[in-house]
């Protein structure tokens, strides 16, 4: 046996092992690095491109998940006892129109809390309800359903859970109204993304622009399918308010959704 050439075989064996190792070492320090210097550089990425995040607590976490909303089948006699000094109507089975025996008059000051008032002495399920837009020229004001506080949306398709119809003298004369039951889906609740994080993904998607404002993060519930069955699937969603802009970013998954 050549034990010199043996030895040799082992000293290069062992050399080439002891730089494989000291490579994978060094792969992994860099990742860390790499992974440190990505978290380190959001805050820089803003400043250099002179976008100002003003909202409260923009790294505050909740807990979410997709839910299930069914529109209500209404009877004729669920009407009775219930809606008082109004005359409502069927449309169809999950459509009501009801006409107010006396017009309400709105306070334009507190639109808001005008609008409140209304829908706990008019509307069933009222305070389930919330403001989306007031349109002057059209004279109605278009509002959403909630869930726990949050806004069901449908993105900008204008599809109103509930409109009041205005006169010139800013009452409400008659309204139309859809209500869901709405079920969450408890097995898929995680940790919704924070919305410094959904901002990052805009940032990263390059949606947007330097010399912007970031004045609002709201958090609802969205979808973008068209509803053509009485039950629709909501996915969490912030809304992200940059300058006059409107951006959407899924909460669970933090893609940027495409509005058209």
Not at 137 to 164: A, P, S, V, W
Not at 210 to 238: C, H, K, M, R
Request: net charge negative; proline share 3%; hydrophobic share 35%.
């Amino acid at each position: 046996m050549d034990w010199s050439r043996t030895k040799t075989i082992f000293i290069v064996t062992f050399f080439c092992l002891n730089i494989f190792l000291g490579y994978q070492l060094y792969e992994k320090q860099q990742q860390g690095e790499v992974s440190d210097l990505f978290e380190a550089t959001f805050s820089e990425r803003l400043e250099a491109s002179r976008i100002e995040i003003d909202i409260e607590d923009p790294d505050n976490t909740v807990e979410g998940a997709p839910i299930t909303g069914t529109l209500r089948s209404f009877q004729e006699n669920f009407f009775e006892g219930v809606l008082d000094r109004q005359e409502p109507v069927l449309l169809n089975e999950t459509t009501l129109q009801s006409e107010l025996e006396s017009p309400y008059r709105l306070v334009g000051a507190n639109l808001t809390a005008s609008v409140g008032a209304f829908l706990q002495q008019y509307v069933y399920e009222g305070d389930q309800y919330e403001i989306a837009v007031f349109n002057e020229e059209e004279q109605y004001i278009g509002l959403y359903q909630t869930y726990k506080g949050r806004k069901i949306d449908q993105y900008e398709r204008n599809d109103f859970h509930l409109i009041l119809y205005i006169s010139e003298d800013f009452e409400v004369e008659r309204y139309v109204q859809n209500y869901m039951s709405i079920s969450e889906q408890e097995s898929r609740e995680q940790e919704l993304l924070s919305p410094s994080k959904a901002i990052e993904s805009l940032l990263d998607a390059n949606q947007i622009r330097p010399d912007t404002t970031i004045s609002e993060a709201q958090l609802g519930y969205y979808s973008t399918i068209q509803l053509e069955a009485n039950f629709q699937v909501y996915a969490p969603v912030w809304r992200i308010k940059a300058n006059d802009e409107y951006y959407f970013v899924d909460a669970l998954n933090g893609e940027v959704q495409s509005v058209s």
